[in-house]
């Protein structure tokens, strides 16, 4: 099982729908939890951290399942802008490991 | 502020040259990574640098060597390029490993012939 697992999509919706990706990951002595974005082409940059208790920013909202090993992110009212691939990093030790990335695409 | 800053940003290679893939940061960060992309397998990490002075291997470090040449810098050798290494090569840094989050440069887009 690879460590960390995400559903490559792509997933399809339009917009002002609601979206949810999850990440499995295989560790459990995982330590801390991020969500990143990725444009076309370009660098991944850091949409937002996962905490134990769940966090929201915005639109945006992610949750960590420690039993289940899992994080989630929802994206609420999705812009044609939030099209990207959405990246689960698990960090374990020194090691931030990533997922293969869930595509998302958002059509008027 | 730069952030993180590579280069260069395009290179071909033929198979058997060797280049260097160059990192620097601004951000008084203590560690370095380097990861390369390929499409549909993410981001895998080659080589790390948890603070200066240290250097390790990542999932997929062979054919590769680093040098973190100061606390700013930390570069990526290819000595003999194949093609098994055309790909997106990434360099990002973080406060401290593990722990805190990643930035990221723009990115070296390397073809080998």
């Known amino acids: 099982r690879k460590e960390v697992e995400q559903d490559p999509g792509p997933f399809n919706v339009p917009e002002g729908a609601t979206v949810a990706f999850n990440c499995t990951y295989s560790n459990s002595a995982s330590q801390s939890f991020f969500w990143y974005r990725q444009d076309c082409r370009k660098e991944p940059k850091l949409l937002m951290s996962?905490?134990?208790s769940g966090n929201e920013d915005g639109r945006f909202t992610a949750q960590l399942n420690r039993a289940s090993q899992y994080i989630s992110l929802l994206i609420r009212d999705s812009k044609l802008s939030d099209s990207a691939t959405y990246l689960c990093v698990v960090n374990r030790g020194y090691i931030p490991t990533f997922g293969r990335g869930t595509s998302l695409i958002v059509h008027p | 502020n730069a952030g993180v800053t590579q280069t260069p940003k395009f290179q071909v290679l033929k198979t058997g040259q060797s280049m260097t893939l160059q990192c620097a940061q601004d951000m008084n960060h203590n560690s370095m990574y380097w990861y390369r992309q390929d499409p549909g397998m993410g981001l895998r990490l080659i080589y790390y640098s948890a603070s200066e002075g240290t250097t390790d291997k990542g999932e997929v470090p062979n054919g590769y060597n680093v040098s973190r040449l100061n606390k700013r810098e930390f570069s990526l050798r290819l000595e003999s390029a194949a093609p098994s290494q055309t790909s997106v090569y990434f360099c990002?840094?973080?406060?401290?490993?593990?722990?805190?989050?990643?930035?990221f440069g723009s990115g070296t887009q390397l073809s080998v012939l």
């Open positions: 996962v905490y134990s």
């Open positions: 990002a840094s973080s406060e401290w490993t593990g722990i805190e989050k990643l930035f």
